[in-house]
Nanobody
Framework: QVQLVESGGGSVQAGGSLTLSCVAS????????MAWFRQAPGKEREGVAS????????KYVDSVKDRLTISHDSAKNTLYLLMNSLQSEDNDMYYC?????????????????????WGQGTRVTVSS
């Protein structure tokens, strides 16, 4: 099992930036896909970005791909999400997740049910 701990959330004005972090520990050696999800109250948890670790193959949903950057530091076992030009619709809890994927280089689908291990989340609040 893998333990994930997110941090970096907070309050920011519209147009600002935040970098979220997710430190992985435990049985991390096998897992090769990591992702960021977000969830607003009363809504489904949706994936925003995924990363196949060994070849740094990043994928984004269309609504965020020009503003968010997912990255990973293998030495620190930490996943990051750089968020630029934050907007009110980015007000959400952000979760990182991880799993093993047998297909080389492909972390699809970016869906909640396809990931096994989750962090507790970090909240992002954007004020106008």
């Amino acid at each position: 099992q893998v333990q994930l701990v997110e941090s970096g959330g907070g309050s920011v004005q519209a147009g600002g930036s935040l970098t979220l972090s997710c430190v992985a520990s435990g049985n991390t050696a096998k897992n090769n896909c990591m992702a960021w999800f977000r969830q607003a109250p009363g809504k489904e948890r949706e994936g925003v970005a995924s990363l196949y670790l060994h070849i740094t193959n990043a994928k984004y949903v269309d609504s965020v791909k020009d503003r968010l950057t997912i990255s990973h530091d293998s030495a620190k076992n930490t996943l990051y999400l750089l968020m630029n030009s934050l907007q009110s619709e980015d007000n959400d809890m952000y979760y990182c997740a991880t799993r093993y994927e047998y297909r080389y280089g492909d972390c699809r689908p970016l869906s909640r049910g396809s990931y096994d291990d989750w962090g507790q989340g970090t909240r992002v609040t954007v004020s106008s």
